[in-house]
């Protein structure tokens, strides 16, 4: 939920810098902030703030309930910011502290804490654990785009495809802790990331949701046309699982039981009818079922096969992989 800077019940007991914020928020008005409310943490703004408060900075931004008085010439790395520094002032401009004071509507406390803890040390940002945490992330490919910095947008980008990478990478994930993919296909769209979007629509569709907090507040987070490609993945993916299941070329049970390879093929046909007996959706929660079925059938020993048909299995599995990789981005109308 959006933080309205005017409200009331907050903020009382909070610190010099807030009182400030908020005595200066309420003299401007505005109630309108399009804000995102992700993650938004009020107490961890307030505390955060401080450490953008440089007593030589010569420029005041506000954005949602936090200040900060920062340095021209660091947000000018921005062409953004740039050209909105080189514009004439008016002769009436809003100060703070006898600073030219720029309020930021629309843009969130947490998202400018990313953005200004990459402006002032971005080596210590690209190495911090935290910078590489979704909110964090978000936060920072929103901001770097709309203010446009190629670097930090870059960097969140590459960091995005190794949570959401190609398809074919998609089983060598972990799967724990749990991704927000419903977040991460927003984000997408708002950022202009299509790069993440079959890993993201896949692991989303895939998840067993009544197991999964992602799952469950997709529908909060899509939009109706993405909550609909979610579905009809689904179901596409579903019936490609079960042709997996149904058919396997060359079947066993064509073969007579005094076949030398009855035996080592009827294994093949339990094996394919038990890796995808469950359907679409693991039951640990994780999202990449189908894929990591087929790379772990890619590599496998079955004992009871013979090694013609042991190639012909892990052959299969590829073939299979491939399709499921090729169909995806058809399925979720990507
Ligand atoms: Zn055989």
Known sequence: ???HPHSDDEGEALDLQNTRVQKRARCSGHDDNE???????NEQSSQSQMDFWFHDGDIVLAIERMLVRVHKRVLSRSHVWDDMLEIPQPSYIETYDGLPLVKL?????????????WLYNDRQFYTSPSASHFPTLSGALRLSTKYDFPALRTWCITRLLTLWPPLSLVPSLSSTPP???????????QTDV????????????????????????????????DLRRVILGREALQELIDEFRSTLDDSPSTLAASDPHYTCKTVLERRWRKAFKDGIGSSNGNGVCVLRTLQEMMIENLEEACDGHLRWHRELARERMEKVVDAVPRMFML
Do not use: C, Q
């Not at 804000?35 to 943490?41: I, P, V, W």
């Not at 969130?108 to 803890?117: E, F, G, H, K, V």
């Not at 799952?215 to 939009?223: F, K």
């Open 105 to 117: 509507y629309g843009d969130t406390a947490n998202d400018w804490l990313s953005l200004l803890r």
């Open 1 to 3: 939920m959006p933080i």
């Open 35 to 41: 804000g995102l409310g992700e993650s938004s943490s």
């Open 179 to 189: 991704l927000p993919h419903a977040l991460a296909i927003t984000l997408a769209r």
């Open 194 to 225: 299509p790069e993440i979007l079959p890993a993201a629509f896949y692991s989303l569709a895939t998840l067993k949701w009544r197991n999964a907090a992602d799952g469950g507040n997709a529908h909060e987070v899509l939009s109706p046309g």
